[in-house]
């Protein structure tokens, strides 16, 4: 692929230069009465010649290619359209993402919650009466209070991690593992303190933890 492109630059370097040296010739007979055979040459035309190549094929006078998949043997792409492109940004915002982690994590909590009900044996019984056998109609009823339970807790935690990853990164224009954790921090901590500042403390930092634990496994 280079070669090619530097091929097409020094190809259009000494087209140039061919024109520049002609032109300098018609430029030098007319300018001289004497006629052409009293025009010499010049000590700095091949100085001047070697410039006008280095300049175009490194200096400022380089043309931009726009290379072409065809040509270089891929498939050709096509434009992307406006449409297109409005959609790309509003996939990759933050409301986007943090809708995306909500429904992820109501589907993931609801199925946990129905999970830990089904091995529960204390599905569906009555406290006032402990003895008597729960009907299956009472048991799939607390199956599925357990599982909105969990499923409104996952999608609050999804969301809020979501989004305040996707901010701190925009923010710090990185991508690493210091943006999940900062995020679990603030994530936790903002669960805790609905219970107390120890809570909150606590919470930071043990999502903090496990944010890292999961960077470091995944990465």
């Known amino acids: 692929m280079r070669a090619l492109v530097f091929r097409q630059h020094l190809l259009e ?3 140039l230069r061919n024109m520049a040296a002609s032109t300098r010739a018609a430029n030098a007979a007319a300018s001289n009465p004497q006629g052409p055979a009293s025009v010499g040459p010049s000590v700095d035309s091949p100085t001047l010649q070697y410039s006008m190549i280095l300049e175009h094929l490194i200096g400022d006078k380089r043309p ?3 290379l072409n998949p065809a040509v270089m043997g891929g498939l050709p792409v096509p434009p992307k359209s406006d449409e297109q492109k409005m959609i790309e940004r509003g996939m990759e915002s933050c409301a986007f993402k943090s809708l995306l982690a909500c429904v992820g994590g109501f589907v993931l909590g609801g199925a946990f919650g129905v999970f830990t009900a089904g ?15 729960p009907t299956a109609r009472e048991v799939l009823k607390d199956m599925g209070q357990r599982g909105m339970s969990y499923a409104k807790n996952f999608a609050i935690v999804g969301a809020m991690f979501s989004c305040t990853e996707c901010i701190i990164e925009s923010h710090r224009g990185k991508s ?13 901590g903002a669960i805790g303190f609905r219970a107390g500042l120890k809570a909150g403390v606590l919470g930071c930092g043990g999502f903090a933890a496990f944010s890292a634990a999961i960077e470091y496994y995944l990465r």
Do not use: F
């Open 13 to 15: 370097a000494l087209s």
């Open 64 to 66: 931009v290619k726009d």
């Open 119 to 133: 091995i529960d044996t204390n599905v569906g019984i009555d406290p006032k009466d402990p003895l008597r056998t």
């Open 176 to 188: 690493d593992w210091k943006n999940a954790v900062y995020s679990g921090c603030v994530t936790g």
